[in-house]
Structure formats: structure tokens, C-alpha cells
């Protein structure tokens, strides 16, 4: 009876496995939540103009916001949340165009268009005042709100380099750029294989199931991805015309090995913010909310702790 007992569970878990990886869609969502509830964040929805911005939120405290780069979205910051959530109310939405908050063909996705929706999101939650930080093209939004909304932000922090910066040396995806790529626009699986070699310098860990949706998400949306990519282009340099307007304590954290914006850029923030807080990390690429969570949220923390003394 024991040995059947046993044949059965290695069986078991023999058809698990299986389906692990021949059906990675049945695990993709328990897997999100599972990690969600580890940071102690939960998912809710609200209306902002013809978007239902779905968004996570967990803790208590002061009101952390935490905003995506272009075709990223909300559970990019779940590891980064979880020595935040005890202290913080940290909350992480889709931007309107990106993940589970949808994007729809009506309706433009510039920078000037994305702050007055963070307003609108805030207002709908009621937040009046909060920490703002950002990756990518999230802190370029995070910038541009605290220079159109000083008085709605109590901080701002770059976790990661800001898309809008014009560096002194040029980075590996200018160089693309200048030959005519499009490297975050994916059409297939190699070509999804060569973006997460450019973003990061030592992949995070990431559950089968989640990145194998995230792929097929990519190659799903590559027509519609080109447009944003093309509109965000002429953008390409807007954040050096305003970053020198942001009056907040601002904390920067840039990749030394960021291989889409290159690190010479934390240099041009060093001469440009009022009161920065700049260090470089180093052997971490894009992304170190994923590719350094625990590392860069305590960082971040010490940041948030010393303006409260």
C-alpha cells in the first residue's frame, strides 16, 4: 500500500510538471498572486477616464507610488515592494496602455496625456501627496508630474534611468536605434531573447509560466507596441528640458551596466536636480527593481527614512 502511495505522488507529480510546462497559462495567474501576497499587495481596479487602471496595493503609512517603463507593467515591482509594505502604503498601477489596464486605439499614450492620467488616478484614490517613483519611462512621468504638480509630491526617485536624457556617451540601444531598430518591439522569440539580454546584466529569476505569457504578450503586441515606440522617439530627449525644474529631493538609481540609456546620463542628473541623490549600482542593468529588488527597495527606504528626520 505504501509503494502504490508513493507511485501515485511521483505520478502526480510527473502530470504537474507536465502541465507546468506544456500549459504554462493555468499557473501564470496563481504564481502572480502567490508572489503578490509574499509583499503583502492585492489587486484593485478604478475608473480613469475610458481606461479600468488596475493596480497593487498593500501596506500602510505614507503613500509610495511605484510606475512602470514602457511595455512593462504593475508586478515588475512586487520583490522591490516587499521590505516596503511594512512601513509604506506602496501602491503599483498598469499605466493606462499597458498591462491588465488595456490600450485602445482611440487613444494616445504621450507623456503629457500619461501625467494628467497619474492625476486623475490619484484624485480617484485620494491621494493629495505622495512618494513617486519610477523606471524608465515611469520616471520620466514621475518628473514631469512632480514639475506640473509640486505640490502633489513629496519625493521623487529614478529606480533605474529615465527614458529623455540625452548621455554623453551613447548607449548600446542608441547605437540600434541609429541603424534603424526597434530593440523593445519583439516580433518573435529570438528577438524577445535578444530584448532581455539588453535589459538585463544578470536575468531575475521568472517563473516559466510567467515568461512564457510575457513573451507571447510581446510578439502579440508588436504592431501596437511599434506605434507607441515611434510617438515615444520624438519624445526621445523631452526629460532634458525639464529635469532641472524638479524642486523634490530626488534619489537616483542607475544602472552602471544599462545597456538602453548609458550610465554617463547619472552625471548630466548630478549637474542638473536640485537635490539629488544619485549612485550608480553596479553589474545591474535597466531593471533593478528585478534585476536587485531586496538591495534596491532598502536603498530606496534609507531614502524615504532620512527626509522624515
Do not use: C
Not at 505522488?9 to 497559462?25: D, K, R, V
Not at 504638480?149 to 529614478?158: C, F, G, I
Not at 519624445?235 to 532641472?244: F, K, N, P, S, T
Amino acid at each position: 500500500m505504501k509503494r502504490l502511495a508513493l507511485a501515485l505522488s511521483a505520478l502526480l507529480l510527473l502530470l504537474l510538471a507536465l502541465a507546468y510546462y506544456s500549459l504554462p497559462a493555468l499557473f501564470k495567474q496563481p504564481l502572480l498572486d502567490l508572489n503578490r501576497a509574499l509583499s503583502g499587495l492585492s489587486e484593485d481596479t478604478v475608473a480613469v477616464g475610458p481606461h479600468t487602471v488596475h493596480y497593487l496595493a498593500g501596506g500602510g503609512g505614507e503613500p509610495v507610488v511605484l510606475l512602470h517603463g514602457i511595455f512593462a507593467e504593475k508586478d515588475h515591482w512586487v520583490d522591490f515592494a516587499r521590505p516596503l509594505t511594512g512601513r509604506y502604503r506602496v501602491i503599483a498601477p498598469d499605466l493606462p496602455g499597458f498591462g491588465e489596464s488595456g490600450r485602445l486605439p482611440d487613444q494616445t499614450y504621450d507623456y503629457a496625456t500619461q501625467t494628467e492620467r497619474l492625476k486623475t488616478w490619484l484624485d480617484a484614490l485620494g491621494l493629495k501627496r505622495v512618494h513617486l517613483a519610477g523606471n524608465s519611462m515611469g520616471g520620466t512621468i514621475a518628473a514631469l508630474f512632480a514639475v506640473r504638480y509640486p505640490e502633489r509630491v513629496a519625493s521623487v526617485a529614478l529606480i533605474g534611468a529615465p527614458h529623455g536624457i540625452k548621455t554623453p556617451q551613447p548607449s548600446v540601444m542608441d547605437a540600434w536605434i541609429a541603424e534603424g531598430k526597434t530593440p523593445l518591439v519583439v516580433h518573435d522569440a529570438a528577438q524577445f531573447e535578444q530584448m532581455m539580454s539588453l535589459l538585463f546584466t544578470q536575468r531575475p529569476f521568472l517563473p516559466y509560466p510567467i515568461l512564457q505569457a510575457t513573451q507571447a504578450e510581446a510578439v502579440r503586441n508588436a504592431p501596437s507596441n511599434a506605434r507607441l515606440w515611434s510617438a515615444q522617439l520624438k519624445d526621445r530627449y523631452l526629460l532634458d528640458a525639464h529635469i532641472g525644474q524638479v524642486q523634490q529631493p530626488t534619489l537616483v538609481l542607475w544602472g552602471a551596466d544599462d545597456r538602453l540609456f548609458d550610465a554617463s546620463g547619472a552625471e548630466v542628473l548630478r549637474s542638473r536636480l536640485k537635490n539629488p541623490h544619485i549612485q550608480l549600482l553596479p553589474g545591474v542593468g535597466h531593471l533593478p527593481m528585478m534585476e536587485a529588488p531586496q538591495a534596491t527597495a532598502q536603498q530606496y527606504a534609507r531614502f524615504l527614512g532620512d527626509l522624515g528626520r
